[in-house]
């Protein structure tokens, strides 16, 4: 069973940076896009930035040119860095990924289990 691990979450003070990491468990023959949303207590689960196969990315307006996703492909792994992070940034963050686990498998997505990130002096 293929499984999306994140880690990196944790409490810093506003301003700060941290950075989220989400490995896939095991080998997958190939992954699509990949994303991290976010979840604030009381609030709907948003997107927060995304990336292609290919390289390509969005981000929710709140976040960008503070935080920067990234993959690497070969580690089956995606990055989220976040900088100059703010109070209403705190939020349990998932991973997602559309992957396909064998040629012969349909495209599906996978979901972490989540990582809480809290910004707070």
């Known amino acids: 069973q293929v499984q999306l691990v994140e880690s990196g979450g944790g409490l810093v003070q506003p301003g700060g940076s941290l950075r989220l990491s989400c490995a896939a468990s095991?080998?997958?023959?190939?992954?699509?896009?990949m994303g991290w949303y976010r979840q604030a207590p009381g609030k709907q689960r948003e997107l927060v930035a995304a990336?292609?196969?290919?390289?390509?990315?969005n981000y929710t307006d709140s976040v960008k040119g503070r935080f920067t996703i990234s993959r690497d492909n070969a580690k089956n792994t995606v990055y989220l860095q976040m900088n100059s992070l703010k109070p209403e940034d705190t939020a349990v963050y998932y991973c997602?990924?559309?992957?396909?686990?064998?040629?012969?498998?349909?495209?599906?997505?996978?979901w972490g289990k989540g990582t809480l990130v809290t910004v707070s002096s």
């Open positions: 997602n990924a559309d992957l396909r686990i064998d040629p012969r498998a349909v495209v599906t997505p996978y």
């Open positions: 095991e080998s997958i023959f190939k992954i699509y896009a």
């Open positions: 990336i292609t196969s290919g390289g390509s990315t």
